[in-house]
C-alpha cells in the first residue's frame, strides 16, 4: 500500500476505507467472504504480467514453463476436490462459465431449462434480459407456493413437454439442499446436459457440508469464491466425456488469455479448501445459518421453505410490514450488510422487493459461533422494527454494538486488527 500511496493516494485511501468497513461490518451477503493472506498474496503476484493463450503445453505464446505448472495445479486440485474428470479454470467469472457452456451445447434458439430467477434462479439459466434469454429459448420452472421448495414432479412434466437441451439445477436464492440425482434422472430421461450450477455451495460440496454432483451432473459451473474462499473468478468441472467442447468454449469460444494471477489464487484456495480446518468451517457455516434461521424465525420472521440446509436464508418481510429495500438499507446504516432480495410469487418490484437475502460464510470465515446467532438475530429484529418506526436512535445502538463484536472476531485476510 505505501507505493499505491504515493502513485495514487485517492484510491489508496478508498482502500484503506473499505478494508476498515470489512473490518467493523457483520457482513451477511450469501455470495460474500473473506480471502486468505494467502489467497491475496497470489492475487497481486508478477502472474498478472504473462499472458497465456491456451492451455498447458498448447499455449500461442512462449515463456509458459511456470504458467503451465500454474495452471496445471489448479486444473488437478479441482478435479481431485471435487471428483470429476476435467476441471477448466479459466473462466472470468461465473456468468461467461454459464456462457461457454452454452457454446459448447446448444445453437441459438435452442431450449434451456432452468429455475426462474424470481424464484430464486440465475439471470444465465435462460432468464429474458439475459443474454441465454434472448439467444435461446428459455424455460422456467419454480418451487412451490406453500413449500418454498422444488417439486421434481412438476420439473419432470415441463422437461418431458419442452424438451430442453440443457437443464440447469441451482441459483442465487436457493436455502434447500439440491436433488442432483433427482435432477440427473429428469435429464437423461428426456436427453438433456444437465449443469450443476454450485457457485454458492461449492465451498460446502468441497467441505462436505452438501451433497455433491458429482456422478450425477455432466457439467458443473462455479465460482471461486463464496463459500469456497477463492478469489474472483469461476471453474468449469465435466465428465470425459465433454471436457473437449468445454475447452474450446472457453478458448478460444469466448475468450483470450487467462488471468495467470487469478488461477494461481484459485489454486491456492483449493489447496485450503482440501484441509481439515476448511471441513470445519463449512459444516459450521451450515450449523450458524440453521441456528440464525431458528432464532429468526422464533422472532416472526417468514422464512422461504421455513429454513435452511445451506448457508443463506430468504426472509420475506411481507408480514413484518417493512418492505425488503427499506430493512436492507436501515440493515446498512446499523453496519449489518444484507441484500434486498425477491421471494417467490413477489408482490413487489425486482428493485424494490419484499425480501432480504442473508447467509452466513463471512461471519463464519470470522470464527464467530452459532451461539452469537441469537444476537445477530436480535439486532436484525431491532432494526427491521426500528426501519418500520424511523428510529435511528436504535440503528446507532447496534451499529456500535455490532461494531464491538466485530472486534472480538477481526476478519481474515485484512490488516485491519
Partial sequence: MSRLAVTDPEIAALVVAEEQLQADTLRLIPSENYVSHAVLEATGTVLQNKYSEGYPGKRYYEGQRHIDQVETLAIERARTLFAMDH???????????????????????DTVMGMALPMG???THGWGVSATGAWFRGVQYGVEKESGRVDLDRVRDLALAERPKLIFCGGTAVPRAIDFPGFAEIAREVGAVLVADVAHIAGLIAGGAHPSPAGHADVVSTTTHKTLRGPRGAMLLSTAEHAKAIDRAVFPGLQGGPHNHTTAAIAVALKEAAGEDFRVYARQVVTNAQTLGEQLAARGFDLVSGGTDNHLLLIDLTGKDVPGKVAAKALDRAGIVVNYNTVPYDTRKPFDPSGIRIGTPALTSRGIPASEMARVAEWIDLVVGAAKSGDEATIEKVRADVKALMDVYPAPGLPVR
Fill in 121 to 123: 434462479g440465475h439471470l
Fill in 87 to 109: 476441471a477448466n479454470v479459466q473462466p472470468y467469472s461465473g456468468s461467461p462459465a454459464n456462457l461457454a457452456v452454452y457454446l459448447a451445447f446448444l445453437k441459438p434458439g
